[in-house]
Structures are given as structure tokens and as C-alpha cells.
């Protein structure tokens, strides 16, 4: 089993930076990935990383902004958020995958975290 914890939410303003730390315990992890859910909406892809953190993804909202990597060492992802906008509030979650690839589809990961809130003001 695993356990994922993230870390690192809170409030800013537009224009801030975050970064989200997501901590994993009981085994090994393969690819991670975040996702986030916003009041009345579903749950979407935000970035990805595979088991070896060579390859990521990214939603295009995230592309140019957000940052994934991670420190297989210390079984944790990161997500490093620049130029944060109002539109990015939400729920942060943080996923794992049984699966060595980088995922975008939520159906492929079977760990997940609690989530982190994350709130932007304009």
C-alpha cells in the first residue's frame, strides 16, 4: 500500500509562486502525477512524471508555468507553480501510478493524496 501526502498550499496572490511537495511512504512509487479540483468542477490533469522522472506532461494551463520533478531518493514529487493566476484555485492532489510511464488519464492512477488547497487572488 501506499500513503501520499502533499504539502505546501495556501494563499497568495496573482503573480506568486508555490511549490507543492508530495510525500509517499509504504513502498516505491512509480509514475506521479497532480491533479486538481475546483469548486463545482471535476478533477483534472495538471502534470505528470514518469518512474524515472525523464519524461513529464503537462496540461496546456500548466505548460510554461508549472514545473514537475522529483527526488526518487526521498520517494517525493514536487510541483513548482510560477505566475500563479485566480483560475489555478483548487484542490492540489497529488497521485501515484502502478505504471512506469508518465499518465495523463486519472483512471491510470490508483494512489492518491488528500489534496492541498491552493487559493489565488486577484
Known amino acids: 500500500q501506499v500513503q501520499l501526502v502533499e504539502s505546501g498550499g495556501g494563499l497568495v496572490q496573482a503573480g506568486a509562486s508555490l511549490r507543492l511537495s508530495c510525500a509517499a511512504s509504504?513502498?516505491?512509487?512509480?509514475?506521479m502525477g497532480w491533479f486538481r479540483q475546483a469548486p463545482g468542477k471535476e478533477r483534472e490533469f495538471v502534470a505528470t512524471?514518469?518512474?524515472?522522472?525523464?519524461?513529464?506532461y503537462y496540461a496546456d494551463s500548466a505548460k510554461g508555468r508549472f514545473t514537475i520533478s522529483r527526488d526518487n531518493a526521498k520517494n517525493a514529487a514536487y510541483l513548482q507553480m510560477n505566475s500563479l493566476k485566480p483560475e489555478d484555485t483548487a484542490v492540489y492532489y497529488c497521485?501515484?501510478?502502478?505504471?512506469?510511464?508518465?499518465?495523463?488519464?486519472?483512471?491510470?492512477?490508483?494512489?492518491w493524496g488528500q489534496g492541498t488547497q491552493v487559493t489565488v487572488s486577484s
Open positions: 497521485a501515484a501510478s502502478p505504471l512506469p510511464a508518465a499518465q495523463r488519464s486519472i483512471h491510470l492512477y490508483a494512489y
Open positions: 509504504g513502498r516505491a512509487v512509480n509514475a
Open positions: 512524471i514518469s518512474g524515472g522522472g525523464a519524461t513529464t
